[in-house]
């Protein structure tokens, strides 16, 4: 689950990593899984009743009542002791819990009573708040769907995609690039298997796995042939038998969590500890001094130790973890309205912050629906054997079908499609990875020859063919024809066509398995063109992220030539365009210049996506990565936020932050406004605070050295703390100025610091105005009681009201008025406090009946203050552009 309280014991945590084991599976789990490792394929299926066509419905149903759903113990909640002992567990709340038990001891019961009621209403109201957002967030992500291709008898073997939470011991699963492991398997066929187990073992480099049995492994996670839930396929692809799911899995068995924080801490958690590390602080210097000033003056060390825990209390923001749970569960709804699915609720915040968006073009720029448009020979004219090969090469292919190969498939007709499935027998294939950017299948010819289909990038196509084919017959691919048949390549591509390269190679003689090695001396057949036309919706979207300080950058795996088009007709002005192998050849130093000025980053692979999202954060930029392949999992767990698609892969989806359910940079933008949104209203609470409780320890200790008696009581500072307090709770409906969220918004302590040196000293003015008002005007200096109601009224409104004013850049209830929430309870608290010296409750909490003259001077007060406090904050606008 994810925990409000892992910062200080207020900040949720970031979940989605997995963390590394610290243990093994079980002795019994063990010796079970190596039983199936030394088995063969057949005998493993025969170990739990399954077979190549998997189990039927019944069977599964039935397993599924047995072994329960598929999911780890990790995701179960907590009890309601625990939870509530993790909230209860925090430095607010402890400093609160010592300061009342110093306050019963020193014979002080009802100050104690008020102090716990404070850290009970914080842990209930924190309690409930993170209980709904666990519930808002665990919903949300039921709308993102993560399923497993699976077998099962009755549909003639075919694959079904189903939940991964069905999944139960006996089925059979296909797994491809891309997929993550859904549970514990034994594979039964494997192809150039390579698998990424790092979760689990903590090796960095992909696996190669094997179907056949393994009687030299000692341990499970040391087979061959057994892949385990929380790792993914890097390229490959085969078929497997789920042996071990939820609980009983290695991954589940361990109970790490899905949900382990993920990553180092963010700009937002990282400004929450320096504001509340600097509010201990404050409290560490200021409460001890003014204990020591009234105990000298006053002569009452005890009264003074119980106005100094009082002043300590008033200087706490126990409301602060439950205000930030609000708010961030507020904005996970509200972006939910918006097709924009938040899987971590610390990465709103970041969100908000974001200036720079990496992205793929595909989907993003484009339609997302990639239309065959020619298929022409080596010389540039239509070519129906181009066509042939290419369906044959995506028809047979087992691993994940892109949108090429969808396009393709779509292009043949059905009689077609049907001759030449029925022609052409698949024998084997080498699937795509990203360092051949090719995949190759073997087929069987009517006249039994063995055919070698392969496509791909064209330049790392045409690296694995010596000859061409033309009208008159094969001849060899010298250095002049090369040049031709790239220049016909860049005329496709500067067209706007996406381009994939055809090679084939009679492969002599014939045999049963194939591999990378024998993708050489292919005869190139000429090039498929796409087109992925872009969205009309795209431009505008650019413009719109510019507006509000996003900066877009391009980074694909695509051919340059056509991503500058693509660009170009979306309005993005490319000054500069840098592919993958440039950049290889620049240093950290020469990147980090060229990343300011480069748009557009082409022909990129995995790893130098990461590179280029760590070296604009290293500039300190705030960097969001939205990709949806198999190779975007990288980027996405390099960037501050990982922002995927409902239809990504699984590893994508599993890495990702946010989720869009529309792959849209216009979705994108609303989910960026209201992550300033969230921020926003945060923010208001925090420099509310920090200003208020700045100034009243001004205010406090000129009045302890000024006064003859206490300017409050102690328990009237608790109850005044108390209320503004609960009063503040309905911040997060508050709306947010369109101003404000035109541009990232960052924590910046330099800003906080500004508003508590600044308000701060404009509301002890008020407060020493009052003070004289009710020493001099009124003549309360006679009278204690009627002095310390006076402030206590005055001091609660003037705390609670300034809120209008803090919480817009623009002028109160004319330009900008607050939420109706935010009214009720503002107005209400302040309406209790000036009632609560008229009620049967006065006594006990020491107030007395203040006489109608100092409510004409207070309405002048409180008057002058407002204006006062809205002239200052005009004046931090125009001098520092603070809002």
Same mark, same amino acid.
Not at 677 to 684: D, E, T
Not at 870 to 881: E, P, T
């Given at each position: 689950?994810?925990r409000?309280?892992?910062?200080?014991?207020?900040?949720?945590?970031r979940?989605?990593?997995?963390?590394?084991?610290?243990?093994?599976?079980?002795?019994?789990?063990?010796?079970?899984?190596?039983?199936?490792?030394?088995?063969?394929?057949?005998?493993?299926?025969?170990r739990?009743?399954?077979g190549?066509?998997?189990?039927?419905?019944?069977?599964?149903?039935?397993?599924?009542?047995?072994?329960?759903?598929?999911?780890?113990g990790?995701?179960?909640?907590?009890?309601?002791?625990?939870?509530?002992?993790?909230?209860?567990?925090?430095?607010?709340?402890?400093?609160?819990?010592?300061?009342?038990?110093?306050?019963?001891?020193t014979?002080?019961?009802?100050?104690?009573?008020?102090?716990?009621?404070?850290?009970?209403?914080?842990v209930?109201?924190?309690?409930?708040?993170e209980?709904?957002?666990?519930?808002?967030?665990?919903?949300?992500?039921?709308?993102?769907?993560?399923?497993?291709?699976?077998?099962?008898?009755?549909?003639?073997?075919?694959?079904?995609?189903?939940?991964?939470e069905?999944?139960?011991?006996?089925?059979?699963?296909?797994?491809?690039?891309?997929?993550?492991l859904?549970?514990?398997?034994?594979l039964?066929?494997?192809?150039?298997?390579?698998v990424?187990?790092?979760?689990?073992t903590?090796?960095s480099?992909?696996?190669?796995?094997?179907?056949?049995?393994?009687?030299?492994?000692?341990?499970?996670?040391?087979?061959?042939?057994?892949?385990?839930?929380?790792?993914?396929?890097?390229?490959?692809?085969a078929?497997?038998?789920?042996?071990?799911?939820?609980?009983?899995?290695?991954?589940?068995?361990?109970?790490?969590?899905?949900?382990?924080?993920?990553?180092?801490?963010?700009?937002?958690?990282?400004?929450?500890?320096?504001?509340?590390?600097?509010?201990?602080r404050?409290i560490?210097?200021?409460v001890?001094?003014?204990?020591?000033?009234?105990?000298?003056?006053?002569?009452?060390?005890?009264?003074?130790?119980?106005?100094?825990i009082?002043?300590?209390v008033?200087?706490t923001?126990?409301?602060?973890?439950?205000?930030?749970?609000?708010?961030?569960?507020?904005g996970?709804?509200?972006?939910a309205?918006?097709?924009?699915?938040?899987?971590?609720?610390?990465?709103?915040?970041?969100?908000?912050?974001?200036?720079?968006?990496?992205t793929?073009?595909?989907?993003?720029?484009?339609?997302?629906?990639?239309?065959?448009?020619?298929?022409?020979?080596?010389?540039?004219?239509?070519?129906?054997?181009?066509?042939?090969?290419?369906?044959?090469?995506?028809?047979?292919?087992?691993?994940?079908?892109?949108?090429?190969d969808?396009?393709?498939?779509?292009?043949?007709?059905?009689v077609?499609?049907?001759?030449?499935?029925?022609?052409?027998?698949?024998?084997?294939?080498?699937p795509?990875?990203?360092?051949?950017?090719?995949?190759?299948?073997?087929?069987?010819?009517?006249?039994?020859?063995?055919?070698?289909?392969?496509?791909?990038a064209?330049?790392?196509?045409?690296?694995?063919?010596?000859?061409?084919?033309g009208?008159?017959?094969?001849?060899a691919?010298?250095?002049?024809?090369?040049?031709?048949?790239?220049?016909?390549?860049? +005329?496709?591509?500067a +067209?706007?066509?996406?381009?994939?390269?055809?090679?084939?190679?009679?492969?002599?003689?014939?045999?049963?398995?194939?591999?990378?090695?024998?993708?050489?001396e292919?005869?190139?057949?000429?090039?498929?063109?796409?087109?992925?036309?872009?969205?009309?919706?795209?431009a505008?979207?650019?413009?719109?992220?510019?507006?509000?300080?996003?900066?877009?950058?391009i980074?694909?795996?695509?051919?340059?030539?056509?991503a500058r088009?693509?660009?170009?007709?979306?309005?993005?002005?490319?000054?500069?365009?840098?592919?993958?192998?440039?950049?290889?050849?620049?240093?950290?130093?020469?990147?980090?210049?060229?990343?300011?000025?480069?748009?557009?980053?082409?022909r990129?692979?995995?790893?130098?996506?990461?590179?280029?999202i760590?070296?604009?954060?290293?500039?300190?930029?705030v960097?969001?990565?939205?990709?949806?392949?198999?190779?975007?999992?990288?980027?996405?767990?390099?960037?501050?936020?990982?922002?995927?698609? +409902?239809?990504?892969?699984?590893?994508?989806?599993?890495?990702?932050?946010?989720?869009l359910?529309?792959?849209?940079?216009?979705?994108?933008?609303?989910?960026?406004?209201?992550?300033?949104?969230?921020?926003?209203?945060?923010?208001?609470?925090i420099?509310?605070?920090?200003?208020?409780?700045?100034?009243?320890?001004?205010?406090?200790?000129?009045?302890?050295?000024?006064?003859?008696?206490?300017p409050?009581?102690?328990?009237?500072?608790?109850?005044?703390n108390?209320m503004y307090?609960?009063?503040?709770?309905?911040?997060?409906?508050?709306?947010?100025?369109?101003?404000?969220?035109?541009?990232?918004?960052?924590?910046?302590?330099?800003?906080?610091?500004?508003?508590?040196?600044?308000?701060?000293?404009?509301?002890?003015?008020? +407060?020493?105005?009052?003070?004289?008002?009710?020493?001099?005007?009124?003549?309360?200096?006679?009278?204690?009681?009627?002095?310390?109601?006076?402030w206590?009224?005055?001091?609660?409104?003037?705390?609670t009201?300034?809120?209008?004013?803090?919480?817009?850049a623009?002028?109160?209830?004319?330009?900008?008025t607050?939420?109706?929430?935010?009214?009720?309870?503002?107005?209400g608290?302040?309406?209790?406090?000036i009632?609560?010296?008229?009620?049967?409750?006065?006594?006990?909490?020491g107030?007395?009946?203040?006489?109608?003259?100092?409510?004409?001077?207070l309405?002048g007060?409180?008057?002058?203050?407002?204006?006062?406090a809205?002239?200052?904050?005009?004046?931090?606008?125009?001098?520092?552009?603070?809002?």
């Open positions: 689950m994810f409000p309280l892992a910062l200080f014991g207020l900040i949720p945590d979940p989605g990593g997995r963390a590394r084991p610290s243990a093994s599976v079980s002795a019994a789990q063990q010796e079970y899984l190596l039983e199936l490792v030394r088995l063969e394929a057949v005998a493993a299926l025969a739990l009743d399954s190549m066509d998997g189990l039927d419905a019944g069977e599964a149903a039935e397993r599924l009542e047995r072994h329960g759903p598929n999911v780890v990790s995701e179960q909640r907590e009890s309601l002791l625990a939870e509530i002992l993790h909230r209860l567990v925090n430095p607010l709340n402890l400093l609160l819990l010592a300061l009342a038990v110093v306050s019963f001891i014979s002080d019961p009802i100050g104690a009573g008020i102090m716990t009621t404070m850290v009970t209403v914080a209930i109201v924190g309690y409930v708040q209980r709904k957002s666990s519930q808002a967030v665990a919903s949300l992500r039921r709308m993102v769907s993560n399923t497993a291709s699976v077998r099962r008898r009755g549909g003639a073997g075919a694959r079904s995609e189903l939940p991964i069905q999944l139960v011991p006996g089925d059979v699963i296909h797994l491809s690039a891309g997929d993550m859904p549970a514990d398997a034994r039964l066929a494997a192809k150039d298997l390579f990424n187990q790092s979760s689990l903590g090796e480099m992909p696996v190669e796995k094997f179907a056949g049995a393994d009687a030299a492994a000692r341990s499970p996670l040391e087979a061959r042939n057994l892949c385990f839930m929380g790792s993914n396929v890097i390229s490959g692809s078929l497997a038998l789920v042996v071990a799911t939820g609980r009983e899995t290695a991954f589940g068995a361990l109970a790490s969590a899905i949900a382990e924080p993920r990553g180092a801490s963010t700009s937002f958690d990282v400004g929450l500890r320096r504001f509340v590390s600097l509010m201990l404050f560490l210097v200021m001890p001094l003014v204990f020591v000033v009234n105990g000298m003056l006053k002569h009452d060390w005890l009264e003074s130790l119980m106005f100094s009082a002043v300590a008033g200087l923001p126990e409301m602060l973890p439950a205000i930030v749970t609000f708010n961030l569960a507020k996970a709804l509200a972006m309205r918006k097709d924009v699915i938040v899987k971590r609720l610390p990465a709103i915040q970041n969100f908000g912050a974001i200036d720079v968006l990496c793929d073009k595909t989907g993003t720029l484009t339609q997302d629906k990639v239309i065959l448009e020619r298929h022409v020979d080596a010389a540039g004219a239509d070519n129906e054997r181009v066509l042939e090969l290419a369906f044959l090469n995506s028809h047979y292919q087992t691993g994940l079908k892109n949108l090429l969808i396009a393709v498939l779509e292009s043949v007709g059905g077609e499609t049907h001759r030449l499935a029925a022609d052409y027998a698949l024998v084997d294939e080498v795509f990875d990203f360092e051949r950017r090719r995949m190759s299948v073997v087929v069987r010819d009517p006249e039994g020859r063995h055919l070698l289909i392969s496509k791909g064209v330049a790392e196509t045409l690296g694995i063919c010596t000859r061409v084919a009208t008159e017959g094969e001849v691919l010298d250095a002049d024809r090369l040049a031709e048949v790239r220049q016909v390549a860049h +005329d496709l591509n +067209d706007g066509f996406r381009v994939i390269a055809v090679g084939v190679r009679e492969m002599m003689p014939p045999r049963e398995a194939y591999g990378r090695d024998d993708e050489r292919l005869t190139l057949v000429g090039f498929m063109a796409f087109l992925d036309p872009p969205k009309e919706s795209a505008e979207a650019i413009r719109a992220l510019n507006r509000h300080g996003v900066a877009v950058k980074l694909t795996g695509d051919n340059d030539v056509v088009h693509v660009c170009r007709l979306v309005g993005l002005n490319l000054q500069r365009v840098l592919t993958g192998p440039e950049l290889d050849t620049l240093s950290d130093a020469e990147l980090a210049g060229a990343v300011r000025e480069t748009q557009l980053f082409a990129l692979n995995p790893q130098q996506k990461v590179r280029v760590e070296t604009l954060r290293g500039q300190g930029h960097v969001g990565f939205l990709g949806d392949g198999i190779n975007d999992g990288p980027a996405l767990r390099a960037a501050d936020v990982g922002i995927s698609v +409902d239809t990504a892969v699984d590893i994508a989806k599993e890495s990702a932050d946010i989720i359910l529309e792959k849209s940079l216009a979705v994108l933008e609303e989910g960026v406004l209201e992550g300033r949104r969230v921020f926003g209203n945060i923010l208001k609470y420099k509310m605070t920090a200003s208020s409780n700045f100034g009243n320890v001004f205010s406090v200790i000129g009045a302890s050295v000024l006064l003859p008696f206490l409050m009581a102690p328990i009237q500072l608790l109850i005044n108390l307090d609960l009063s503040m709770t309905t911040i997060a409906t508050d709306g947010v100025d369109v101003e404000y969220v035109a541009t990232p918004r960052r924590w910046e302590m330099g800003n906080i610091a500004r508003y508590m040196f600044t308000f701060g000293p404009v509301s002890s003015l008020f +407060d020493y105005v009052t003070f004289g008002v009710m020493w001099w005007l009124l003549g309360f200096s006679a009278h204690p009681l009627l002095f310390q109601t006076g206590f009224v005055e001091s609660l409104l003037s705390q009201l300034i809120v209008y004013v803090i919480r817009t623009r002028l109160p209830f004319i330009e900008s607050p939420s109706l929430p935010l009214l009720v309870t503002t107005l608290f302040c309406l209790l406090g009632l609560l010296p008229f009620t049967p409750l006065a006594h006990l909490f107030f007395a009946p203040l006489p109608g003259g100092y409510w004409l001077y309405v007060i409180l008057a002058a203050y407002m204006l006062l809205q002239g200052v904050k005009a004046l931090l606008i125009r001098r520092f552009g603070l809002n």
